[in-house]
C-alpha cells in the first residue's frame, strides 16, 4: 500500500494554482477594464474641435478673398474709365507703399504681383480684425449690417490717414467723386462683407457647441 501512496500534486485549473492537499486559494487574477466608449468620446472631441479651427480658418480667408476681390475690382474699374490706367499700374501703386512709387511703377511684374499679396493680405486683416473683435464686443455679430457699414467707413478712414501717410508713398490727388465713391465702397464692399463673414464664423461655432440629440 505504501508504494501506491502518491505524493500531493499542484492541480491546474481556471481558478489559477491550487494544491490538491492544503488549504491554498486560488491566485488572485489581474483585471483590465478598458474603455472603449470614453476614448472613443476624446478622439470625437479633437476631431470636433479641428474641424472647427479648420471650418473658421476657412471662412475668415474666403472673406479675405471677397473683400480683396471687391476693392480692387472697384480700384482697377474706376481707374481704367476715368484715366485708361491699366491693372498692373493699379497693384504697383499698393506696392509703392512699401517701395516707394518710383521703385514700385519701375519693378514692372515683380512689384505688381507684390502689390497683389499685400492687398488680398490687407483685406484678410480688414475680417480677421473685425472678427477678433467681435469675440470682445458680441453686439457686432448680433448686428452686423449697421456694424459693417461703419466698419467700412472707419476703415477707409484709417487707410487714408493713418496708414498710408505712415507708408512710404502718398493718398495722390483730392479727386470728390473718387473719395465718395471709395466711402461707399468701403461701407457695402469691405464693411459689411468682413462683418458677415465674421457673424457666419460665430453662427457655425455656436451651433458646434450645442449638443446633438445623437451625442446625448
Excluded at 479651427?53 to 473683400?67: A, N, Y
Excluded at 474709365?81 to 514700385?104: T, W, Y
Excluded at 519701375?106 to 467681435?134: D, E, N, P, R
Excluded at 455679430?141 to 505712415?166: A, D, H, R, S, T
Aim: charged share 10%; aromatic share 10%.
Amino acid at each position: 500500500m505504501a508504494a501506491n501512496e502518491v505524493s500531493p500534486q499542484p492541480v491546474w485549473c481556471s481558478g489559477g494554482l491550487q494544491a490538491a492537499v492544503g488549504g491554498l486559494k486560488p491566485a488572485a487574477t489581474l483585471t483590465v477594464v478598458d474603455h472603449p466608449e470614453e476614448h472613443r468620446v476624446d478622439v470625437d472631441e479633437r476631431e470636433r474641435g479641428y474641424t472647427q479651427r479648420m471650418s473658421k480658418t476657412r471662412t475668415l480667408l474666403f472673406g479675405g478673398t471677397v473683400v480683396g476681390t471687391f476693392d480692387i475690382c472697384y480700384a482697377i474699374t474706376f481707374w481704367a474709365i476715368r484715366a485708361g490706367v491699366k491693372p498692373m499700374r493699379v497693384f504697383q501703386s499698393v506696392a509703392a507703399g512699401l517701395l516707394g512709387r518710383p521703385a514700385a511703377l519701375a519693378g514692372g511684374i515683380q512689384t505688381a504681383i507684390l502689390g497683389g499679396f499685400l492687398h488680398y493680405f490687407i483685406a484678410t486683416m480688414v475680417v480677421i480684425v473685425y472678427f477678433v473683435a467681435s469675440r470682445w464686443i458680441p453686439l457686432l455679430v448680433k448686428q452686423p449690417i449697421i456694424f459693417g457699414l461703419l466698419y467700412g467707413v472707419g476703415v477707409w478712414v484709417v487707410m487714408n490717414y493713418v496708414v498710408i501717410p505712415l507708408s512710404r508713398t502718398s493718398r495722390g490727388a483730392n479727386i470728390p467723386v473718387w473719395i465718395v465713391c471709395s466711402i461707399i465702397v468701403h461701407a457695402l464692399l469691405i464693411g459689411l462683407p468682413a462683418a458677415l463673414f465674421s457673424a457666419r464664423v460665430a453662427v457655425d461655432q455656436s451651433n458646434a457647441m450645442t449638443p446633438s440629440f445623437q451625442s446625448l
